[in-house]
């Protein structure tokens, strides 16, 4: 299953990421693929908001991975999120140290992930893929390709 939009504002490219938010399930592994300032981060903040997450919602680019401990589970039974970006990571086995595979057999939880080409060895098969990318020329135009694996 593929899916692309076209965004045109910030704003945009995270109500995208709100609707997707909504059919996720418990047990998901989200991988966000892009350039930096793709609008990775932005997307996530949309589906943080679907599933009710409280902010603050920045990049766990420093501290590798945010927790976030919702108050109510989602409709579809989400009760975590684990948001991490391997942006930092020399190595998959520094990841896995961590607890990334943990975070991923949480059976209430979903874990959206950033730059996880830093860490492919770690990857399911089963995953969705989320790739950004700003339109040539263009500082807010977003074209998103979702592919469900």
């Given at each position: ?12 490219t ?8 909504t ?18 981060t ?14 603050p ?58 730059w ?32 469900k694996?």
């Amino acid at each position: 299953m593929e899916k692309q939009y076209l965004t045109h504002t910030a704003e945009e490219t995270q109500k995208v990421g709100l609707e997707f938010g909504t059919f996720l399930l418990p047990g998901t592994l989200v991988c966000f693929r892009g350039d930096l300032g793709a609008g990775k981060t932005t997307f996530i903040q949309g589906i943080l908001r679907a599933c009710g997450a409280r902010p603050p919602f920045v990049s766990p680019t420093f501290v590798l991975m945010k927790e976030y401990h919702l108050v109510e589970p989602t409709q579809n039974g989400i009760r975590r999120i684990y948001h991490a970006d391997a942006y930092r990571m020399e190595t998959a086995e520094d990841f896995e140290k961590i607890g990334f595979t943990e975070w991923c057999d949480d059976p209430e939880g979903i874990v959206l992930l950033e730059w996880p080409e830093r860490i492919e060895a770690l990857l399911s098969n089963t995953r969705i893929d989320i790739t950004l990318s700003l339109k040539t020329g263009s500082d807010t135009h977003r074209e998103i390709r979702i592919d469900k694996k």
